[in-house]
């Protein structure tokens, strides 16, 4: 199966983070997400999903985002961290 232009665009942003920031991913069910195995060897990452009729699990991605976003705000350019940065935003 081909890598849909959306896994394309995930894919390009995920690889230029630091190793650390994407060991793994954990995605809801969504069909931009299809692509999963051309992600996971084309960046050496781990890639999860939530459970089919398991909401909950989707509560704690978007609880887990909301709380990383109080250290790394969309305005912050995590492209430019390094890996001393986000270890430091991990513990803080």
């Given at each position: 199966m081909p890598v849909s232009p959306r896994g394309g665009k995930i894919m390009k942003a995920?690889?230029?983070?630091?190793?650390v920031a994407r060991r793994s991913i954990t995605f809801d069910r969504g069909t931009e997400f299809v692509s999963w195995p051309h992600l996971q060897a084309?960046?050496?990452?781990?890639?999860?999903?939530?459970d089919p009729s398991s909401p909950w699990q989707k509560g704690t991605v978007k609880n887990t985002n909301r709380r990383a976003r109080r250290w790394l705000p969309r305005k912050r350019d995590i492209r430019r961290m390094t890996d001393h940065d986000i270890k430091k935003s991990v513990t803080a």
């Open positions: 995920i690889k230029e983070l630091p190793h084309e960046i050496g990452t781990q890639t999860w999903f939530c």
